[in-house]
C-alpha cells in the first residue's frame, strides 16, 4: 500500500507540484499536454464509463518526476512560479528553486 500524501503543494502556474508525505517529499512535473491528449482520445461515453472501470490508471504520464527530498514538510508555499519555500519539523526555512 502507498502512503499518502500530507499536503499537497501547486506552483502558481500548475507546472509543478510537491507532494509531501510523513517523512520525504516529491517534486513532480505537471505535463498538461499528455493530459490534453489523454482526453481528446477519449469518448465522453469512455469517460463515464472510466468511473466504473476500476482497471483504469488513467493518465499515467500526467507527472513527471523530477526529484526526491528527505526531509519533512511542516508548511510550503510557493512564492513564484520555480521557487518553494518550506519549514521542516525543528522549525527551520529552507526554499527550493526547481
Known sequence: MSPSPKNVYW???????VLSLEDTFYLLNFRADEVAQYISTKEPSDLEEKKEDEDDDG???????????????????????????YTNNKGQIYYMIG
Open 59 to 85: 493518465c499515467e504520464e500526467a507527472f513527471e518526476f523530477a526529484e526526491e527530498f528527505s526531509e519533512v514538510v511542516t508548511s510550503g508555499l510557493w512564492v513564484s512560479n520555480d521557487c518553494f519555500v
Open 11 to 17: 506552483s502558481e502556474n500548475g507546472q509543478q507540484v
